[in-house]
């Protein structure tokens, strides 16, 4: 069965902290993304990856930076939280020419206050 | 303009009716469409792709797609209460590997 776990379903941090999200997939599937879902706004795609050590932006990049450093796991990292990345978290992964067969993870709640 | 668009609803249908939900898209050379499923405090799963004009059946499901109106929609017979959800269209562009989601559907089946 096809797996996509987040190391946290909520989070609390404070302005200015540095923040860690994981997401790892048991699939082996080639591309994982990050997105971020406000209510009104949909999914609007922060990165994604398609190999180990690459990495793509997406629609809206900045204040994050992401890693991935082996096939299974993609890291998400605020550098310094700000309250405007308050947001549902959530990570997916494809196979490589799949990119629309995407499984998302159950999503990180984070709150920055 | 957005790339995808779909009216948020909220859709209340009664249990046993049809359900439909609508999408149009902005990219002309899009080629592949997805409708996605989200209940509410749950992540989006995927439940009809559509690549070609015309319609696609799945069970209670039908995807339509109409490239010349760049339009897309989820026909749901016989609807059920355990429909209530959030439907979400997805589009793929024409650079590869990212697509892009609507705002979403919102969806009741009333009993």
């Known amino acids: 069965d096809v797996k996509v776990t987040q190391s946290s379903r909520y989070l609390v941090k404070r302005t200015g902290e540095k923040v860690f999200l994981e997401c790892v997939q048991d699939?082996?599937?080639?591309?994982m993304f990050w997105y971020r879902q406000d209510p009104g706004l949909g999914l609007r795609l922060i990165y994604f990856?398609?190999?180990?050590?690459?990495?793509e932006k997406g629609d809206i990049p900045e204040g994050y930076s992401v890693s991935r450093e082996k096939k299974e796991r993609f890291s998400l990292i605020l550098e310094s939280a700000s309250t405007n990345q308050t947001s549902m978290y959530l990570c997916?992964?494809?196979?490589?020419?799949?990119?629309?067969?995407?499984?998302f993870g159950p999503g990180t709640r984070l709150t920055v206050t | 303009q957005k790339e995808v668009e779909q009216n948020s609803g909220p859709l209340s249908v009664p249990e046993g009716a049809i359900a439909s939900l609508n999408c149009t898209y902005s990219?002309?050379?899009?080629?592949?469409f997805f409708w996605y499923r989200q209940y509410s405090g749950k992540s989006p799963e995927l439940i009809m792709s559509?690549?070609?004009?015309g319609d696609k059946e799945d069970g209670r499901f039908t995807a339509q797609l109409n490239k010349a109106s760049q339009y897309v929609s989820l026909l749901i017979r016989d609807s059920q209460p355990s429909d209530s959800a959030t439907y979400l269209c997805?589009?793929?562009?024409?650079?590869?590997?990212?697509?892009?989601f609507g705002t979403g559907t919102s969806l009741t089946v009333i009993p």
């Open positions: 990219d002309r050379v899009s080629q592949s």
């Open positions: 997805a589009v793929n562009s024409n650079t590869g590997n990212q697509f892009y």
């Open positions: 997916a992964s494809s196979l490589l020419f799949r990119s629309y067969e995407q499984y």
């Open positions: 990856s398609y190999d180990v050590k690459m990495k």
């Open positions: 699939m082996d599937h080639e591309n």
């Open positions: 559509i690549y070609s004009n």
